[in-house]
């Protein structure tokens, strides 16, 4: 019951936002969004893995510009028509995820983490060397002239970041709902005793690994019509790696509403201040308020207001 | 192969660097036995659940289970044909509650074998029995040393092993709260559940044990009923030295 009415808001998201595109406002707003609704793919693809499984990934740009770089490079030799990209991304993240989780999931905590890093700087480092990918210097990606139904490119791009937001975050929901999410969440809190109570630890950690790498994939996806000029420095920043982290952890990265939460909040907040007052200003934003989450509220706000509930009950 | 025997260790072996944990040690557990593990610290008795439950491998030997080889499988699968143990420094999963802890064990291991079972009727059922009902719905994180020691028991049960293994679940309790331990182990081995106790309070032991073996430095230095083993020379020379 609960789930369709979900079904229902997740409908009515999509119509609103066609709907809004029939506005033509200012540009920019679509644009904000497309970043917003991004970061939501992304948390919610990272807090299967490590809010879920308790596995933190600091690579979550590499996975993201991977699956950007394949449907610029996808476009460049092919002009590969869009489903196909989605398709086509999320295969090579979902894909990089399994491998990365079959060399390193035996690791655990901090050496896990430490070897995602180490993936994302070997991925920017094959890409500044790859000529065809444009190296350092960047690759240039022609939006199509026209697009079916919408108005203009980047508000179709804004429907369709936002339906794979919502695919994100009901993949998310079923996991955390399903045997695997209890699975999961056995392998968070002993590893060692899932193991011994039946639960397939290897096999469930890389079935995590495998659906949050493609998420981040797909998430870069649509990334190339989006800036239209792509370089290794900007796609691989450091901020996806440390925003898909910080957002779920800010949210309460135990259920699937976190992530959405501290996406929107934090992604909006950043919005803003890039407008007005300095884009430069983001990563402090960021640092400061998971500095003060970490300390003050370590559940994130999802843990805050159930502490505030069990509270009133008690 | 003998009618009957459910475990059979032969000759495993365990080397950590340098140090050999397990030196070719062979026991067998009958269906349905109370079988007691003793020796001093460091003897090797942990090391040896460890490798029997596939939290480590063995170096050498073979470990048979109900009939089937499983010197080789992971944990898990070993849990699915019927190994459970309890751990010596409890492991919940502390952010569900009790009866979640129970449903990790009884959808993984125990659905295997019983399709179809009814997972936290069943839960409920094993922690009536364990005497940890009332806690059904609190926290495991919120659980006392004792309440700790009966979940283990009580997940382990979960998975409907056929084989139990206690390793030191009595440790650091009071007197009263080991008997209250021992009183369960006693009923799930009515159940027709053989169970392994590991266990240093030899008070227990002994009034548990159909029949013991005794480790030290990590080899088989005795085997036999209760009264044997205390008047065994070999094994006051291992506790006490000479």
């Avoid at chain 1, 991977?66 to 979902?94: C, D, E, N």
């Avoid at chain 1, 709902?177 to 699975?183: A, E, Q």
């Avoid at chain 1, 996806?240 to 939460?261: D, R």
């Avoid at chain 2, 040393?145 to 283990?152: A, P």
Wanted: with cysteine; proline share 4%; glycine share 10%.
């Amino acid at each position: 019951m609960r789930g369709r009415a979900l079904l229902a808001v997740a409908v009515a998201l999509v119509v609103l936002a066609v709907a809004l595109t029939r506005l033509s406002a200012n540009q920019y707003y679509y644009f904000a969004a497309y970043v917003i609704f991004q970061y939501v793919v992304l948390a919610t693809a990272w807090n299967i893995l490590g809010g879920y499984t308790g596995y933190v990934n600091f690579g979550s740009a590499g996975f993201f510009a991977l699956g950007a770089y394949t449907a610029a490079i996808l476009i460049k030799a092919f002009q590969v028509p869009f489903p196909v990209l989605l398709l086509a991304a999320s295969t090579v993240g979902g894909l990089l995820g399994l491998s990365l989780g079959y060399l390193t999931l035996r690791l655990r905590g901090v050496f896990f983490s430490i070897a995602t890093l180490a993936l994302a700087v070997v991925l920017q480092t094959l890409i500044v060397n790859w000529e065809y990918a444009g190296g350092s210097r960047g690759i240039y990606t022609m939006r199509p002239a026209e697009v079916l139904f919408f108005g203009n490119y980047v508000e179709f791009l804004f429907v369709v970041m936002l339906i794979l937001a919502l695919g994100a975050l009901a993949t998310a929901r079923w996991i955390e709902h399903s045997w695997l999410g209890r699975g999961l969440a056995a392998i968070r809190d002993n590893e060692e005793a899932a193991e011994c109570m039946g639960v397939p630890t290897l096999r469930l950690k890389l079935v995590a690994a495998t659906v949050s790498g493609a998420l981040m994939g797909i998430a870069g996806a649509p990334f190339p019509y989006y800036v239209t000029y792509m370089e290794p420095a900007s796609t691989f920043n450091l901020d996806y790696a440390v925003n898909s982290l910080a957002m779920p952890m800010i949210g309460g990265a135990t259920t699937w509403v976190g992530p959405l939460l501290g996406a929107v909040l934090l992604g909006t907040a950043q919005q803003i201040a890039t407008v007005t007052i300095s884009s430069a200003l983001n990563l402090l934003i960021v640092g400061v308020v998971l500095v003060a989450f970490v300390i003050l509220a370590p559940d994130g706000i999802i843990g805050l207001v159930r502490r505030r509930r069990g509270g009133r009950h008690a | 192969m003998t009618a009957g025997i459910l475990l059979d260790v032969r000759g495993v072996s365990k080397r950590f660097g340098g140090f050999e944990a397990l030196t070719r040690v062979s026991l067998q557990v009958r269906e349905g036995e109370r079988f007691g593990l003793i020796g001093p610290n460091g003897s090797g008795k942990t090391t040896l659940i460890n490798c029997v439950s596939g939290a480590l491998g063995s170096d050498e030997g073979e470990i048979r289970f109900a009939g089937h080889d499983i010197t080789r499988l992971p944990a898990h699968q070993r849990t699915r044909l019927g190994i459970a143990r309890s751990f010596q420094i409890p492991k919940p999963f502390v952010s569900m509650t009790v009866l979640e802890n129970l449903c990790i064990p009884a959808e993984y291991a125990a659905h295997a074998r019983f399709p179809g079972a009814d997972v936290v009727a069943e839960a409920m059922e094993i922690l009536r029995l364990i005497g940890l009902e009332a806690k059904a719905h609190a926290p495991a994180a919120g659980l006392t040393q004792i309440e700790l020691r009966k979940l283990e028991l009580a997940r382990a049960m979960a998975a409907r092993p056929r084989l139990l293994i206690s390793d030191e679940s009595m440790a650091g309790l009071s007197s009263a709260e080991v008997d209250e331990i021992l009183a369960i182990l006693l009923a799930l081995n009515e159940r027709g559940i053989a169970i392994i106790m590991i266990e240093h309070i030899m008070r227990a032991v002994m009034r548990f044990s159909q029949r013991i073996v005794v480790l030290d430095a990590g080899a088989r230095i005795a085997e036999g009923g209760p009264d044997e083993i205390l008047n065994n020379p070999a094994v006051e020379k291992a506790y006490l030295g000479e």
